[in-house]
């Protein structure tokens, strides 16, 4: 028993001895630095063109506009009629400043519930995001690049003073994306009694940044600008659009009246005196140029506000993402870590105007005129409106009791269902 009791005395003992040597060799307090991410020798740029259409369930959706990219990029959109192929379409670039060394870089960018439609370079797509891995930033040029039209406006992205970015000897100067995004618009606009009188409202949780309104009228541009649109919680970051920007070419009225809700804001359109598309956007190049964008990549962002932003007959926006608004919508890892990263977004607002709605009624019932050459003119209409049009003449076609509406209706939606003729340059 004396024994048994001795050894586990003995047991006990060196237990504790254990405990000490253990004890001491663990750190009684943290180091004074933490490991930090390693960082690259070089900047990135991102910048994206989105379009939002009150006709549509997403953004830059399927339905919005046809692929203009390059046959080399396999873009799931349908391909653009021949005489359309140099028009810019709404894309998303990432650039590089600088040179990599040594260093191999990713990058992934994430986008949740959303389509791609295009990548280029070809990434890898993950759950929810796609990869570009094991790029080399460097000033030397791959040994051949995929050629195309020479006439296709894509071509200018190789313009730019940048580095490419290769993976195995092979590579762009850019990375290119196109994602359809499962998002809604969120801006609304309702008629406010006169002419160029609306009443704006943000839908959304976030605030709106710099937004711009066009409409063209006989004497030119009508415009109005707001330094920021408040959300739907009244949620305002920094200059209210209670307190309207001014601009040489651009007033807005936003005072709150008595009998708008706490959301909804009177805008007030005035005319500018200009006539020129171009001209009518390039105050946004000042815009883009001080939030870090190099000039072609400007130059490009304009040429996509000018083509896609502008409407002859109706009233449409523009307005930027900020940078926190653009992580939030596609978060961008990027590995090392840059020194600085540049984030712009310009979306387009299209089909708000109220006036539409009204304009597609009064057509659907014309295709019933007794003359014939106004049922013609109608069903030509409407079909130039295209997809912007198919949800609303749906209803109505559900609705219609006149043969001859019905004959043509079922023409009209057909023929935004049927797929497009085989492009002649495949």
């Known amino acids: 028993m004396r024994k048994s009791r001795s050894l586990a005395l003995l047991g006990i003992l060196v237990g504790l001895l254990l405990c000490i040597v253990l004890r001491a060799d663990v750190p009684t307090s943290l180091p004074a630095t933490l490991p930090t991410t390693p960082q690259g020798t070089f900047d990135v740029v991102d910048w994206a063109v989105f379009i939002s259409d009150n006709a549509q369930p997403q953004v830059n959706g399927e339905g919005v506009f046809d692929s203009t990219l390059p046959d080399f990029m396999d873009s799931r959109r349908n391909s653009a009629a021949p005489e359309k192929r140099n028009i810019p379409q709404p894309i998303g670039v990432i650039r590089f400043q600088g040179d990599s060394g040594k260093d191999k870089v990713d990058v992934m960018l994430r986008f949740g519930n959303a389509k791609m439609m295009a990548n280029w370079p070809k ?84 605030p709106l940044h710099d937004v711009n309104f066009y409409k063209q009228e006989t004497d030119g541009w009508h415009v109005a600008s707001l330094a920021e649109l408040p959300s739907k919680n009244g949620h305002i970051v920094a200059n209210p659009a209670t307190k309207p920007i001014k601009s040489t070419t651009t007033q807005a009225t936003t005072k709150k009246s008595n009998d708008k809700s706490p959301t ?101 019932a014309q295709l019933g005129d007794p003359n014939w050459t106004k049922r013609q003119v109608a069903q ?47």
């Open 123 to 206: 990434g890898q797509s993950r759950a929810q995001g796609v990869l570009w891995q094991n790029l080399v930033v460097t000033d030397t040029p791959p040994a051949s690049l995929p050629q195309s039209e020479s006439s296709l406006w894509a071509n200018d992205l190789r313009s730019a003073a940048a580095p490419f970015l290769l993976k195995d000897g092979r590579g762009e100067k850019y990375l290119l994306y196109d994602l359809a995004l499962s998002e809604h618009p969120a801006m609304q606009v309702k008629a406010d009694g006169a002419a160029d009188q609306y009443v704006i409202t943000n839908t959304g949780d976030q």
């Open 264 to 364: 909804e804001f009177p805008l007030a359109l005035s005319a500018s005196g200009i006539k020129d598309a171009a001209q009518i956007v390039a105050p946004w190049k000042q815009k883009l140029a001080a939030a870090g964008l190099p000039s072609t990549d400007e130059n490009l962002m304009l040429t996509i506000l000018q083509k896609c932003a502008l409407d002859d007959r109706r009233l449409t926006a523009v307005y930027m993402l900020s940078a926190d608004q653009m992580d939030q919508l596609l978060p961008m890892e990027v590995t090392p870590q840059p020194r600085k990263t540049v984030r712009v977004g310009l979306v387009i607002v299209r089909n708000i105007d109220p006036a539409i709605g009204q304009e597609i009624d009064d057509l659907a």
């Open 380 to 426: 030509k209409t409407l079909e130039k409106l295209g997809k912007i049009a198919k949800p609303k003449l749906e209803k109505l076609r559900s609705a219609a009791k006149d043969p001859e509406v019905m004959y043509r209706l079922d023409q009209i939606i057909g023929a935004m269902a049927a797929p497009p003729p085989p492009n002649p340059d495949n």
